[in-house]
């Protein structure tokens, strides 16, 4: 039986054929593209009047910044994109952890406190507490790995 790729993996899969994807891109451009650069002045702005230089400027700085906007609406639109897939995983993995989970008939158990003392109360309290604790699986919050080996009061 196949096991699901964790969510390290899928994420270490994504970055791989976005970086591949790029420097493929890359390449394809530098094949395709012709790069003659020209002379620095090729379209002679130093000879035109303020005006004239003026009206190249704002046009070269809109080109610069639609292109930025147009590239950011792009990122944005692959980052919701692998959002979806990341939630599409995610989901998968819970519809198949749903599948393995086998539900434990509830106990019957009655208490009755009137008729009993107060340590046998106590007692079934606390087994009911220990079964419970039982049925889960066991859940580490640190990977420190010291052990108390005595507690001295000051």
Request: glycine share 8%.
């Amino acid at each position: 039986m196949k096991q699901p790729m964790s969510k390290k993996k899928v994420v270490k899969l994504v970055i791989f054929l976005v970086i591949a994807l790029a420097l493929l891109a890359g390449l394809i451009y530098l094949m395709v593209v012709d790069q003659d650069y020209g002379s620095p002045d090729k379209l002679e702005i130093g000879g035109k009047n303020f005006g004239e230089r003026l009206w190249i400027g704002i046009q070269v700085s809109l080109l610069g910044m639609g292109i930025v906007f147009v590239v950011l609406i792009i990122l944005i639109l692959f980052v919701n994109v692998l959002r979806y897939l990341m939630e599409g995983v995610k989901k998968l993995g819970a519809k198949k952890a749903e599948k393995k989970v086998t539900k434990l008939p509830a106990p019957e158990t009655v208490l009755q406190i009137e008729g009993n003392t107060e340590e046998e109360v106590v007692a079934v309290i606390t087994a009911a507490i220990a079964a419970y604790y039982d049925a889960q699986e066991p859940v580490y919050m640190s990977n420190l790995k010291f052990r108390v080996r005595s507690i001295k009061e000051i």
